[in-house]
């Protein structure tokens, strides 16, 4: 299945760029990630547990991150093995571009699923994938941007630091 | 006539197990230690093996042994029993097909290894630990491009995806295609006949045994016909000597095809239990089920009728397109050609006909005969075809189709297609349908639809299917690789209750109850005092099974034989017990009587006479009252039948509406009408899943999408009209000696296009243009046609 969508980030296209190549980041915001370890460089691997309508797993596998065009563009890509449950693969291309109030974040999502997961979820899937693709983006969004609470951010004009910013600044 | 006898519409004796909760399947039996086996199966559709490590699965607890395509490279592929040529001469493309698969893995659910433990959830945790390094490729799932871009291979040996590219019958194909071109009017449909997943109510199971003390084998197993079983893994697969095996097929949950066919795991388990030295069992999961029993039909279709402008027929000529996914498996080459192409004369005198079917390898499942086998593909094709050709010329679909049918004067007819009917009597049906479907009230019904907003529609179908499968003779020049006849074994027991051995098998078809009516009709006794014994190879003659609606057209007349070899037998002693002349003793009603006199004596003190053979002519007349009949028959049967359905639409929704479905019949003589209604009835259900619900759907990289019961719609009472079933129209058949045709098959091949005529007449009444909507008729695609 595919799909596309576009999110506004308001933070400038360097930080959103570091933040994407973030290990850290990567396993914050990838929806049900337990454990993920390695580099950029050498690819990172993954342990995620996710339940799609009756089949419940936990999927061990790859991500790489490829196709780097740096501050512009990237494809992550994943694939992972959920045992009896199947095995479920995908790609997003990710393009950055400045916009008057931040980033603009583009992505073209395809992806597959097998086993189990195809027979007994295929009614789901697409709905599924793209919520999962939207909570990925969605908290990466979330992380970059400054918190607004809004009881007391009227007043004070200073910033808080969204969480990914805090991660880079420990 | 005694109670019970041939017509009587006895209640079924099974049923009494059945419905009370004794009946004996395969998973009820559990021999003394027996150990459980689970498989490993694919996720992709096609791979490359690169290693399968079983080495921590064998450590698990319980676990006795793994296996892995490695295992079974020295024994033999389980054959296609039907061999094809092409029409250039060139015989088909017949890869082999191994227990476990070995190298590749071909389609999701292709079994790479197996695990046997000491409990069934042992067994499953133990296949978890397999580690199989397997590469996925490209799968070849789309028909069209599997032929058109050879890119990706099912099977790299063979060197094409085409199996055969199959002409019937060649030499009339330039007379085809001159007529169409010519004709003054041609009319095209292109259909597709969905996948269908069998679905029988109990899934496949398989219990190997070795005694190693005497080296006898043992299968246990969920099989149509067990000595086919045997002959296929005693000759072709293992190479056990058919006198070491016995195969039981005890109780078996519906088949409808599906347990023809002999399945890698049946070699498994007996291997297993060879290595083990214990009982090994297998019962498939549901899943297992979608994704491993051979599934039906999945034909793509173009189909040509020529004909005057006042409706004569002149030619038909098809293409199709037959998937056989991804190994053929027994049946799966002679299921879309000679049950298929010789079908599609229909029930009319068309001059020309010409089929051509390409049977394409596919990364899914293997794809073979399923209820009513090519018949219904041809049926469907033609069907719809003759219904749009009457709507563009604006003729009544009733009167195109009785200005082209075999007149009852007209039989034996030699029909285009290279069959002899040899009788039937279609106008007869045809007017019976008139009245029974009330054709009159039409209007009046669909005027009432209306003033309810929904859109009523008529659709008719006529059809002629070949069953009694079949003569050896001829379809052995047709490729056949084994006999089709069967066989009967009468034993009347000292007491005068009668034992009936029978090669085919019982597994929703009622012969417990109809075979015992021929023996009783036949020999004057109570039909509760004869027995049928089938399913055991060791107990049984050898016999063919029950498949092709062959069971009482076959096996019946081997019953019928071999009844009479009794009678035959009874009467020489009989003459001996009346001091008389065989020539001058005659039978009826159970009693022996010499001619024109009163002296007689019962069937019952001769039946004692021959096991307890003092004062006896034992130089003329051996001791005993047991004969064996083996029947082949002359040609095939050929069951005919009207069908008319009304439908709802609601032009809102799409939904279809099945208000009415009638069903009238030509079975030839009808043994117990009861259990024929019944076997109608439920060929209906299934004909009507296909036309609205039933789809089995690949995604393309060859995921099974409809896996499992959320996504693959079966027919439920809810989606059913009340039938109407008759089959009092009977022509009787004219080669064997019972006169019936067979009803197995009839309601699943009569509806789908009933169906479907019906929803595009109400569409058509409703003032939408369309020709055809593919099945399933869903919702979704009935308010897209409405609404282009």
């Known amino acids: ?170 | 006539m005694p109670d019970g006898g041939i017509g009587a519409p006895t209640k079924r004796r099974e049923d009494t197990r059945f419905l009370t909760g004794r009946g004996k399947y395969t998973d009820d039996i559990t021999p003394q230690n027996t150990s459980y086996c689970a498989f490993a199966r694919s996720q992709v559709a096609n791979g490359k093996i690169n290693s399968i490590d079983t080495s921590q699965a064998t450590k698990m607890p319980g676990v006795l042994a793994a296996f892995t395509g490695e295992d079974f490279v020295e024994v033999g592929s389980n054959p296609a029993g039907w061999l094809i040529n092409s029409r250039d001469g060139e015989p088909m493309k017949e890869p082999k097909r191994p227990v476990l698969a070995h190298g590749k893995v071909r389609h999701v659910g292709d079994a790479y290894a197996a695990v046997v433990a000491e409990t069934l959830e042992q067994a499953m945790d133990a296949v978890e630990a397999i580690e199989a390094d397997i590469d996925e490729l490209d799968a070849v799932v789309d028909m069209a491009s599997a032929v058109a871009d050879p890119g990706t291979l099912v099977h790299d040996e063979i060197e094409t995806n085409i199996c055969f590219d199959w002409g019937w019958i060649e030499d009339n194909r330039a007379a085809t295609d001159e007529a169409i071109k010519n004709a003054p009017h041609v009319t095209t449909l292109e259909l597709v006949n969905n996948r269908l997943v069998p679905n029988a109510l109990e899934p496949r199971a398989s219990i190997g045994e070795y005694d190693p003390g005497t080296g006898d084998y043992k299968l246990t197993t969920t099989s149509q016909n067990p000595h086919l079983s045997r002959l296929l893994v005693s000759a072709f697969v293992l190479g056990i000597p058919e006198n070491k095996l016995t195969v039981l097929a005890p109780d078996v949950g519906g088949g409808f095809g599906s347990k023809i066919y002999h399945y890698g795991e049946e070699a498994l388990v007996l291997a297993a239990a060879k290595k083990l030295g214990r009982p090994v069992k297998w019962t498939a999961t549901r899943t297992e089920s979608f994704l491993s029993d051979a599934h039906g039909r999945d034909h793509v279709t173009k189909i040509e009728l020529a004909c005057e402008k006042d409706g004569s027929f002149i030619a038909f000529r098809t293409e199709t397109l037959a998937n056989v996914g991804a190994y053929l498996s027994n049946f799966s080459t002679a299921t879309p050609t000679f049950l298929h192409g010789t079908l599609m004369a229909g029930n009319y005198t068309v001059p020309n006909v010409y089929v051509n079917v390409k049977a394409v390898f596919t990364n899914t499942a293997p794809v073979d005969a399923y209820r009513g086998a090519g018949r219904p593909e041809a049926t469907f094709s033609l069907e719809r075809v003759i219904d749009k050709c009457a709507r563009e010329l604006g003729i009544d679909p009733v009167e195109i189709r009785r200005k082209n049918f075999i007149k009852k004067d007209q039989y034996p007819f030699a029909t285009a297609a290279g069959l002899e009917y040899d009788s039937g009597d279609y106008d007869a049906l045809m007017d019976g349908l008139e009245k029974v479907a009330d054709f009159a009230g039409f209007e009046a019904r669909r005027a009432a639809s209306a003033k309810e907003g929904k859109l009523r529609g008529l659709g008719i179908n006529s059809y002629v299917e070949a069953c009694g499968i079949a003569p050896s003779n001829l379809v052995g020049i047709l490729g056949a690789r084994v006999g089709l006849y069967d066989a009967a074994t009468v034993r009347v027991n000292p007491t005068g209750n009668i034992s009936v051995m029978v090669g085919a098998h019982s597994h929703g078809q009622g012969h417990e109850t109809a075979f015992p009516q021929i023996v009783a009709d036949m020999l004057g006794v109570d039909a509760q005092t004869v027995d049928i014994v089938h399913g055991d190879t060791s107990k049984i003659p050898f016999g063919m099974g029950t498949y092709g609606s062959r069971s009482l057209a076959v096996c019946g007349s081997a019953v019928f034989r071999a009844t009479e070899k009794v009678i035959r037998k009874a009467t020489l002693i009989a003459a001996h017990m009346l001091e008389d002349s065989p020539e001058n003793i005659e039978f009826s009603d159970g009693v022996f009587a010499i001619k024109g006199t009163n002296k007689t004596v019962g069937f019952g003190d001769v039946a004692l006479k021959a096991y307890i053979p003092h004062d006896y002519p034992i130089d003329a007349i051996e001791p005993g009252l047991e004969e064996t009949a083996f029947y082949d028959p002359a040609n095939f049967t050929y069951p005919s039948g009207a069908y008319a359905s009304e439908v709802e639409v609601d032009p809102e929704t799409g939904k279809v509406t099945v208000c009415s479905m009638v069903a009238l019949d030509d079975f030839g003589v009808v043994v117990n009408p009861m259990i024929v209604t019944g076997q109608v009835e439920g060929g209906l259900a299934q004909g009507i899943g296909q036309a609205l619900l039933e789809n089995g759907v690949y995604d393309e990289n060859g995921q099974l999408l409809s896996g499992s019961f959320m996504d693959y719609a079966m027919p439920r009472a809810d989606d059913l009209p009340s039938f109407v079933v008759d089959h009092s129209n009977e022509t009787r058949c004219t080669h064997n000696p019972i006169g019936s045709k067979g009803c197995g098959e009839a309601g699943a091949i009569g509806s789908p296009p009933t169906i479907v005529n019906a929803v595009v007449d109400a569409l058509a009444r409703g003032g939408h243009d369309v020709d055809h909507i593919d099945m399933p008729v869903s919702p979704s695609r009935v308010w897209a046609a409405m609404n282009p």
Do not use: H
């Open chain 1, 1 to 170: 299945m595919k799909l596309a969508d576009q999110i506004e980030i308001a933070a400038d296209r360097q930080v959103v760029w570091n933040a994407i190549l973030d290990a850290e980041v990567l396993k914050a915001c990838i929806p049900g990630c337990e454990e993920l370890t390695g580099s950029v460089e050498d690819g990172f691997e993954a342990v995620v547990v996710q339940k799609v309508g009756p089949v419940k797993a936990k999927f061990k596998g790859d991500v790489e991150i490829s196709d780097i065009v740096k501050g512009e563009s990237l494809k992550l890509s994943g694939s992972g093995k959920g045992g009896p449950a199947g095995f479920a693969s995908g790609s997003a291309d990710v393009r950055l571009s400045d916009t008057d109030t931040g980033t603009l974040l583009e992505y073209d999502v395809d992806a597959k699923v097998g086993g189990k997961l195809a027979q007994l979820g295929s009614r789901i899937i697409d709905g599924f994938a793209k919520k999962l693709a939207g909570q990925f983006f969605e908290r990466f969004q979330e992380g970059l941007e400054p918190e607004m609470d809004e009881t007391e951010a009227t007043e004070e004009t200073e910033t808080k630091k969204g969480w990914i910013k805090r991660v880079f600044s420990t």
